[in-house]
């Protein structure tokens, strides 16, 4: 598939789609990058040779600063405000990214705001640099609020009361506070942060997709039911993947190569990256 889109290069290897996002000079979310961030995640989602995506920046100093607010200004005030019955255009955005097939991580590396960090917070995965990340939702000083699903995916991530700090204080919050509380998997150094991501991203998209792709919708599943629905649904899944064509042979693939012997045991996340590296 041909992937040519404003402000993006797409690379595709070994299962996993790199996108890097290029939009001098402060990666500011104009409605062109919006678009192609849109179109690339319907594209994506549909490629069956994708399994992972990474989204990560060209400029170090910005991820995406946030969105564009002379576009904001710009946005119809006639009449009185209501309750949408559908999902604006960013919302649906960043719901791809969050409920497609494929495995999301976002590698941030300098400033992530506004709608780069709620874009970030719609993915799977978020990795940031221990020097230069730094994240602000600057909103609330501008007279609006998150307006890209900020004050709902936040509190789910980090909880309700550090939700609360990061958009009504609009401070800035540097990458050990980020992954104590949960908005970052992992803060990293320069260039291994990188090649965390990168080996990850390889790893999991070496593994059986059906698995891969199950396990995800179960783990989303946890903050949409309550626990004994969740519980059956992953029942549901776990009896669906047995019937998948690479169940069987990843189990006795396992097996074959000395599973369930105190050795393997000893390193069995060693091992289960071994066995599907080919």
Known sequence: MNYDYSHLTVTVHDGVATVLIDNPPINLMTSGLF????????????????????LRSANPEFFIAHFDVAAILEFPTDGEAAEEPELGGFDRMCETYRTMDKVTIAELRGRVGGGGAELSSA?????????????????????????????????RLIG????????????????????????????????????????????????PPAAVRE?????????????????????Y?????????????????????????RDVELRIGSVMGELFDT
């Open 215 to 235: 396990a995800k919708r179960a783990v989303g599943a946890s903050v949409e039911r309550t626990l004994e629905d969740g519980l059956k649904y992953e029942s």
């Open 35 to 54: 678009r192609s961030l849109a179109k690339v995640s319907v594209d994506l989602s549909e490629d069956d040779d994708v399994r992972v995506i990474v």
């Open 160 to 207: 309700i009361g550090r939700a609360m700090e990061v958009v009504l204080g609009a401070e800035d919050i540097e990458a050990e506070t980020a992954e104590r509380w949960g908005f970052l998997n992992r803060a990293m150094s320069g260039d291994s942060l990188s090649a965390y991501v990168d080996a990850l991203a390889k790893r999991i998209a070496s593994f």
């Open 123 to 155: 993915c799977d995965m978020r990795f940031g640099d221990l020097e230069t990340f730094r994240w602000n939702q600057m909103e609330v000083p501008l007279g609006i609020l998150p307006g890209g699903g900020g004050t709902q995916r936040i509190p």
């Open 237 to 261: 899944l776990f009896q669906v993947l047995l019937r998948d064509a690479d169940a069987q042979p990843s189990m006795r693939q396992y097996l074959d190569a000395g599973g369930q012997t």
